[in-house]
């Protein structure tokens, strides 16, 4: 089997082809090295009897077939969501540390303490508005 685009199928594979091995033998598996849809299975013999696992429905044929237990494939995969969260969490903690982002806030808090006067004076206003009608009543 050819391992990239640019080498022929006729050309032997390397002697360290367990990187390849690894890479397709990572996580929940779907799919067997021979193309055929893995299956889980509960294993009914020796000491692991109970225990669930990937496994090629061809397995028995003497072939190079996938066999993974099942509890390995989740934690593999719960590996790539832990990394994924923790990226994701590094990242959010890194904006909200941009120092933009306080001159932003600063803004905020200036037009804030603006809108708090302007209120203030709104209601001074008012109530001017209030006495004079009232006055202007009384005539």
Not at 129 to 137: H, M, V
């Amino acid at each position: 089997m050819p391992i990239s685009y640019t080498q022929s199928s006729e050309s032997e594979p390397s002697e360290d082809m367990s990187w390849a091995r690894a890479d397709g033998n990572w996580g929940i598996p779907r799919y067997c090295f021979c193309g055929t849809y893995v299956k889980l299975v509960v294993c009914t013999t020796g000491n692991n009897q109970g225990r669930k696992e990937y496994k090629c429905p061809n397995y028995e044929d003497g072939g190079e077939h996938l066999q993974k237990w099942w509890d390995d494939a989740v934690n593999e995969e719960f590996s790539v969501v832990r990394n994924k969260f923790e990226t994701q969490k590094e990242s959010i903690h890194h904006a909200y540390q941009n120092p933009m982002l306080e001159s932003l806030r600063e803004s905020v808090r200036i037009m804030r303490a603006q809108l708090d006067d302007l209120e203030k004076r709104l209601e001074e206003k008012e109530t001017q508005i209030s006495k004079l009608r009232d006055l202007l009543a009384k005539w």
